[in-house]
């Protein structure tokens, strides 16, 4: 067999068609090709199966990436034992690149490549090669697998990940101090020759850093490096490839190193001698002035801790660091007097507060300096007895009862005498007062500590020859509790209880609050202002209560609400207590005792009846109210109507006179219309045909003069009756306008009946029945009569 390119024979084998038994018995045969496999098979067959040997010529081929050839890069050939050259086998190629990448002459089994190949794009190709027979398109090798592997070549340099690095070493480190590491990558094959080996090195930054040519680590190479000189270094690193050989690619990147504080440098006090200046009435805790010692190192390593080592006014000054600005404030400690000391001297100190103990030869970090500071004298004000006064009261005192008294003085050697009064800005509702002359506080108005519990007031005291000077005091009052309010209902409940609730069943769980805060806590009792046969309380002991009932059933149609009073009170003394009444209502509720409807919803809002419905449901009632409105307007209106309506309308009126007048011709003893009495009309009168809703005394008129005239006598009386709503008998007017409809005797009027112009006839009443048979003997008779 002939091998093209490094091929290693690789034994392939072909099973024959016939082969198929799973014992297999292996022999060797004498010639070198193939191999002869034989199987056990059952006796009746007697045949023995060869296995022969299948003959490719191939291996895993190798293929040189970056080829720039014209013509197409040869890779290989595949050749099978079967071929005999006569042209009837056809190669076939498959799998990775075949067909585009890879292509095979079908008769001869030459393999090109088409294009040129970046192995860092992909290393190897794995493809399928097989023989068939050219006119059959059977197989006569089974398909097999190889591989193209790429050659590498040097075609990628060093990368790094970073353009620039930002690095930093503390300042005075030693020599060879790691700084940092950069790492360089190359995209070559670091299996195959020096293509991928990097080599490391410095092209700027010398002779103060170096770099370690194999691990690409940054190292200081100078002792030594102060911070305070140069704090900023730029160093270039160049990663080369081929092991830094000749010819190899390169890459390179900039690492920025930064030099760190570290402390080797004491603060220093720019002075030997300070001098500050301080009023004698400077308040404890001013600042009169400050100190400051400069520091080269930054950061925490420039931090200075101030104190006052020595002097002679180490009790009445005190030193304060500022950290911010690192400064060293001195405050007055104690009160200052001109009169009794006028200068003093004080010995600062100031010291670093992080000491590197690598740097103690270089020390020490402290330094130290004199202030001297003077007393200027003033006119000072008075001054308290107390920083601040608390006073306690309860409150239940009185008006004008004091609860304390604060004292001040001239610390002046006049003396002069002080007056007190309240800063009205921290007691607007002027509850206290103050007494000017000698400072008693006392109440104003009444205390209410469930309105404030505290009262921060300010003191005024001022000199009566200088009112400028003068000195605030703070008062802090506290008001103490006292049980003057009653317990009440924590929140308001809805309570409901079930139409079908049996005794004893929970209907509601109430608790209680109370304004007051006794010291021993709350503590609140639960009980019914009286016996209720439907509902009762049962306290929990615990400040709340439980509402049960006391009957089985209630009935929503009879009494839909309840009205339960509850009776909390307190413990404290005096005991408080006050009565807050639950609302029950009575509903229908599922067999879990969940609420259904109540009685109000039952008649107002009926279940499933949208916004819209509702809301002409309430326009139909609406409507109907204003239609009886009018109805009863209209009805009322027609009872006030006359009499007589029209000349047509003619009635029976009967009018009885107490006296016989002279007739209708006498008009001189009086005006019959003066009796109808026009005034009373136009007057809103009290109506007598009902008991009136109040009954007042009737009042008495005096006795009119003899010689009054008797209409007006008739006009007082009349009124006074009129106006009487307790005058019995309660008459009532009743007019009937018409006697009814479908009457079958119509009407039997003897005016109506006179008017006729002829007889009429009787006889009909005889066959109404007894009751009528007086009335026809009457009219009957008078025909008769009349013919007679």
């Not at 009185?398 to 609860?403: A, F, L, M, P, S």
């Not at 005498?417 to 506080?441: A, E």
């Amino acid at each position: 067999m002939t091998i093209y390119q490094l091929l290693v024979l690789f034994p392939l084998w072909v099973c024959l068609p016939h082969f198929c038994s799973p014992e297999i018995m292996f022999r060797r045969t004498p010639t070198p090709q193939k191999r002869i496999l034989g199987a056990r098979v059952p006796r009746s067959d007697g045949k023995i199966l060869h296995r022969q040997k299948r003959g490719w010529m191939w291996n895993q081929f190798f293929l040189l990436e970056e080829y720039t050839g014209s013509d197409y890069q040869y890779v290989g050939k595949l050749h099978s034992d079967q071929d005999k050259g006569d042209g009837s086998l056809k190669y076939i190629l498959s799998g990775d690149g075949a067909g585009t990448l890879f292509i095979i002459d079908e008769k001869t089994g030459d393999i090109h490549a088409t294009r040129r190949i970046d192995r860092e794009e992909k290393a190897f190709y794995t493809l399928r090669a097989q023989a068939i027979n050219r006119r059959t398109l059977r197989p006569v090798e089974p398909e097999s697998e190889f591989v193209i592997k790429i050659h590498d070549i040097n075609d990628n340099e060093p990368t790094f990940p970073e353009e620039i690095y930002t690095a930093s070493v503390p300042e005075m480190s030693v020599v060879g101090t790691s700084v940092v590491q950069v790492t360089a990558t190359d995209a070559d094959d670091p299996s195959y020759g020096n293509s991928a080996r990097v080599i490391y090195s410095i092209l700027q930054g010398q002779p103060y850093f170096s770099v370690e040519p194999e691990t690409g680590i940054i190292r200081t190479a100078l002792p030594n490096m102060n911070r305070e000189n140069r704090e900023q270094y730029q160093v270039v690193i160049q990663a080369k490839d081929m092991g830094g050989q000749m010819g190899g690619l390169s890459g390179t990147t900039t690492v920025n190193i930064t030099l760190t504080d570290v402390n080797d440098n004491p603060p220093r006090f720019p002075q030997n001698t300070i001098h500050l200046r301080v009023l004698e009435s400077s308040p404890i805790g001013t600042a009169i002035g400050s100190v400051k010692a400069t520091d080269a190192d930054t950061g925490k390593n420039a931090e200075v801790e101030y104190r006052i080592i020595d002097g002679d006014g180490t009790d009445m000054f005190d030193i304060i660091t500022e950290k911010d600005t690192q400064e060293g404030i001195i405050t007055v400690k104690k009160p200052l007097d001109y009169e009794s000391r006028r200068l003093y001297t004080l010995k600062v100190e100031a010291e670093n507060t992080h000491v590197d103990p690598r740097f103690y030869y270089l020390g020490p970090f402290k330094d130290t300096t004199i202030v001297k500071i003077s007393v200027e004298d003033v006119d000072e004000p008075p001054i308290f007895s107390r920083a601040s006064y608390l006073f306690e009261v309860h409150e239940d005192i009185e008006v004008g009862t004091i609860i304390g008294t604060v004292m001040a003085r001239d610390p002046d050697s006049t003396s002069s005498p002080i007056r007190f009064s309240l800063d009205r800005h921290t007691d607007l509702d002027r509850i206290f007062n103050i007494h000017s002359g000698n400072g008693s506080l006392y109440t104003s108005k009444p205390l209410d500590r469930e309105l404030s519990q505290w009262h921060n007031l300010t003191v005024i005291a001022a000199e009566i020859n200088n009112p400028k000077e003068m000195t605030r005091v703070a008062v802090f009052v506290r008001i103490l509790d006292v049980n003057d309010n009653a317990p009440q209902f924590a929140v308001f409940y809805d309570t409901f209880v079930c139409e079908n609730a049996r005794p004893g069943q929970l209907i509601q769980t109430i608790s209680a609050v109370d304004k007051d805060d006794p010291l021993g806590g709350q503590k609140f009792f639960f009980s019914l202002a009286a016996v209720n046969p439907n509902f009762t309380v049962q306290d929990n002991e615990d400040n709340t209560a439980r509402i049960l009932t006391r009957k089985n059933g209630f009935n929503r149609h009879e009494i839909n609400t309840y009205l339960l009073p509850v009776v909390i009170s307190d413990n404290d003394y005096p005991i408080q207590s006050s009565t807050g009444t639950l609302s029950i209502r009575v509903c229908t509720c599922d067999s879990q005792g969940n609420m259904q409807s109540c009685s109000a919803e039952a008649l107002l809002l009926p279940a499933g009846l949208s916004t819209g419905a509702l809301i002409a449901i309430l326009l139909c009632i609406i409507i109907l109210l204003v239609i009886v409105v009018l109805f009863a307007a209209l009805k009322r209106q027609r009872k006030k109507e006359p009499l007589i309506l029209s000349k047509e309308d003619i009635r029976d009126n009967i009018v009885s006179y107490n006296d016989e007048g002279g007739g209708e011709e006498d008009t001189q003893a009086f005006d019959i219309g003066t009796l109808r009495n026009p005034a009373a009309i136009e007057e809103k009168k009290l109506r007598r045909d009902i008991i009136p809703e109040t009954l007042f005394i009737p009042r008495r008129t005096p006795t009119a003069p003899d010689n009054t005239d008797v209409r007006d006598f008739i006009n007082e009386r009349l009124k006074e009756h009129d106006l009487d709503p307790t005058a019995p008998p309660y008459d009532s007017l009743a007019t009937y306008a018409y006697e009814g409809n479908d009457s079958i005797a119509e009407s039997l009027s003897s005016l109506e009946s006179g008017t006729t112009d002829g007889d009429q006839n009787y006889d009909y009443l005889r066959e109404w029945g007894p009751r009528f048979n007086k009335l026809a003997e009457m009219y009957g008779g008078g025909e008769s009569d009349k013919d007679s």
